[in-house]
């Protein structure tokens, strides 16, 4: 059997149905392979376009994104998507094709294994045909198993080589790792000796079964629920839900969790994010850290107790250690309750609406849209100064309605984002959210939403400027030039793509995606809304002081 065959096939035994790419000769016979053996192959128009996609697919599926690359500038194309998925375990296989090993002069040749490193991936290489099938499963298990970005790099004549087909791979899950009892004992006495428990749950504690673990455990002890940015949505519904600690929280979820007397973080690495460069949490509070890696514990912040294990391992085995509390125990009183049902939600709390009838108050146009859009949905967020408002005033169904690709800070991310989100999740109305600079950087991509009839929205707070940049150092009086831009006719850019578009100027402008949305789209909107932008974004002081 040829090597690209026995590779597809092994891979797509495995469980791979997806793969993002783009393909040139390098890697034109392993796609092939790979649809052929029943795979669906979604190419994108740049690599790193490809890489986010399977990102964001890999985020919301649960399972490992695949991706396929051309050798030499296919890959380095491809890097920055890499990089934010390594740095946010995401769990993602990419075939990079390479260059012979005899090809030593060939044009394409890149050091694969040493540019992958660099980045935080894990390089892994098909050796020889013999051992290919091999490589490959181990591959696929480092990328499932340890939630690593395993770039598995396809010399191109161990691809042409052929092997023995050994049967179709077996490979059995790892078992979550369930906690110590001492550490389970340590955890259940501080829970049950604290006044006002708080919960801070991250992207370890991203699933439903992790959600009725939390939520039973903080029930029996009276803690309010929060999470980071990673896994916003996780505790929807709950009337003990803070929504995002860090950054983005609101002034009564930061009041609250600063007056936490313990914290626990679930599956949440408390990094400066999350805490407000450790301002979030009060002096008085102790700390523990729950993670299954051990090596997270304590990383970004120096924590009282860490228990390594699986949160909702950790969470069962605590409960049942634990004697319920009768109701309004803990930090569970009536007055807190009826305070977080009044205004813990951004948009309940009062604002000057800065719109002028030229350009509309980013908070204005965010609110009208999470009331005009149906709630299930996801939020796919690109990076700058107005990723803030979508984060923080549209609300999402679950922990699997936000998709928040900041780990490495990239902007131009969130178009290929949404896009991985809406084929992972066809039954949700995907919304991407971008600023100017973000959206002209990825735009390449809204060709592939069109010619995919992805029905999504694609928002862009237009400020005509890199925002991020102008609040920066505007404030210091630097010179600007550089950062701003004259005005551009995004929505003149998207027509020409084949989408809907509107700009948007006043709430008013809305009523054509109204009608979209009532019209069972299947191409995408997009609105140029062209923003306010007098200051910076409140969050955006707290996010400067990280630089
Ligand atoms: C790839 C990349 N280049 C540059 C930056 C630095 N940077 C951070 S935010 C930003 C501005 C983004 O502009 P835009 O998308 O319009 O959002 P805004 O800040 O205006 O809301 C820039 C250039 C970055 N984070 N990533
Ligand atoms: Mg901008």
Request: aromatic share 6%; proline share 6%; with cysteine.
């Amino acid at each position: 059997m040829l090597v690209t065959d026995a590779i597809a096939k092994t891979l797509t035994g495995l469980g791979a149905d997806t793969v993002f790419g783009v393909v040139g000769s390098g890697n034109f016979h392993v796609t092939n392979a790979l649809i052929a053996h029943g795979a669906r192959f979604v190419a994108a128009r740049h690599e790193c376009g490809a890489a986010s996609m399977a990102d964001a697919w890999a985020r919301l599926t649960g399972r490992p994104g695949l991706v396929s690359l051309h050798q030499g500038p296919g890959i380095t194309n491809a890097l920055t998507g890499i990089t934010e998925a390594a740095k946010s375990r995401t769990p993602m296989l990419v075939l990079a094709a390479d260059v012979s090993a005899k090809a030593v002069t060939s044009n394409f040749r890149i050091d694969v294994a040493a540019i992958t490193a660099a980045t935080g991936a894990t390089p892994a290489r098909l050796m020889s045909p013999v051992f290919a099938i091999d490589d490959a499963v181990r591959a696929y298990r480092l990328a499932r198993d340890d939630r690593r970005t395993v770039v598995l790099a396809l010399p191109l004549d161990v691809q042409a080589g052929e092997c023995t087909w050994p049967g179709a791979p077996v490979l059995d899950g790892v078992a979550a790792r369930p906690p110590s009892d001492r550490q389970a004992a340590e955890l259940a006495s501080a829970l049950a000796a604290a006044a006002r428990p708080m919960f801070i749950a991250g992207r370890g504690a991203r699933s439903g079964s992790a959600r009725a673990a939390l939520e039973q455990l903080a029930d029996a002890c009276g803690a309010l629920l929060a999470t980071s940015a990673a896994a916003k949505g996780l505790f929807r519904g709950s009337p003990w839900d803070l929504d995002v600690s860090g950054g983005f929280a609101s002034p009564l979820a930061a009041e609250l969790i600063g007056g936490a007397d313990l914290i626990v973080a679930w599956g949440c690495s408390l990094n400066m994010w999350t805490t407000r460069h450790g301002s979030l949490i009060g002096p008085q509070a102790r700390v523990i850290q729950v993670d299954c890696d051990d090596k997270a514990i304590g990383r970004h912040r120096r924590v009282q107790l860490g228990v390594v294990g699986d949160v909702a391992l950790t969470a069962d085995a605590v409960a049942a250690l634990l004697e319920p509390e009768p109701p309004e125990t803990g930090y569970r009183s009536a007055a807190v309750r009826d305070r977080l049902a009044a205004g813990v939600r951004w948009r309940d709390v009062p604002f000057d609406d800065t719109s002028d009838g030229d350009r509309i108050d980013p908070r204005s146009l965010t609110i009208a849209l999470d009331d005009m859009l149906p709630a299930e949905r996801i939020v796919a967020v690109d990076s700058g100064n107005f990723m803030g408002y979508p984060s923080m005033f549209l609300s999402v169904p679950d922990q699997d309605g936000f998709c928040f690709t900041q780990a490495y800070q990239s902007i131009g991310l969130g178009l290929a984002s949404a896009i991985g989100s809406a084929i992972a999740s066809p039954d949700r109305l995907t919304v991407a959210a971008l600023g100017d600079g973000g959206a002209l950087m990825g735009i390449s991509e809204l060709e592939t939403a069109v010619r995919l009839s992805l029905p999504m929205v694609i928002v862009v707070y237009d400020d005509e400027a890199y925002g991020a940049e102008v609040h920066h150092f505007g404030p210091d009086g630097y010179p600007l030039d550089t950062v701003r831009f004259p005005p551009t006719d995004i929505a003149a850019i998207a027509r020409g793509y084949g989408c809907t578009a509107v700009t948007v100027r006043a709430p008013a402008d809305l009523a054509p995606v109204r009608e979209w949305l009532a019209s069972e789209p299947t191409q995408p909107i997009v609105i140029d809304a062209k923003v306010t932008a007098d200051r910076g974004a409140w969050w955006l002081e707290e996010a400067f002081r990280g630089h």
